[in-house]
């Protein structure tokens, strides 16, 4: 391309759609575990989830995938869905509501700009639960990059905010 073209600030991922093995089962965690909302079924082959009543944020499917294993983790594909919440206290929500539901994590980090909780779905699609600091708090590298960094997730911190 000859001009430089730079994609506008406002624009946002609108939604993912995944394929999954069983419809219901992938329904029980995206829904009864996390708090999604059904927004459209398409029979028993697929659905439209949502937060807040945007007409859907997933989509889930099983129209080239009913039955089939997950796919296996060192090919190209999707590395995770990362869903964002409004606060750190919304973020401290679900990671109470899935310790009480035993629900295994893959991980927890704090990288600077955001916090994060990292678990799989049923069929081992990374989800990645995170909220963003405020910009206001975000540093720069001398040369403009942001700093951004893995490390551990403080996970006390994190559940002080409920209290």
């Known amino acids: ?13 609108g939604h993912v759609h995944l ?8 329904l029980n965690f995206y829904c009864n575990l996390l708090g999604f909302e059904v927004t459209t079924m398409y029979g028993d082959q697929a659905a439209f989830i949502s ?10 499917n099983t129209w080239h995938s009913k039955g089939q ?3 296996h983790t060192n090919s190209v594909g999707l590395f995770h869905t990362a869903i964002l919440y409004p606060t750190r206290k919304d973020l401290a929500e679900i990671y109470s509501r899935l310790r009480k539901a035993e629900y295994p994590l893959t991980g927890a980090s704090d990288h600077g700009v955001s916090e994060a909780i990292y678990l799989n779905d ?9 909220w963003d600091r405020p910009k206001s708090l975000w540093t720069y590298e001398p040369y403009g990059s942001l700093t951004m960094f893995t490390k551990p997730l403080n996970m006390v911190s994190l559940l002080q905010e409920l209290e």
């Open 69 to 71: 294993p997950p796919a």
């Open 1 to 13: 391309m000859d001009n430089k073209y730079t994609i506008p600030s406002q624009t946002r991922i």
């Open 51 to 60: 937060a807040g009543g945007y007409h859907h944020h997933i989509g889930l």
């Open 19 to 26: 394929k999954v093995a069983d419809l219901a089962r992938s």
């Open 122 to 130: 049923p069929d081992k699609n990374g989800v990645e639960l995170y």
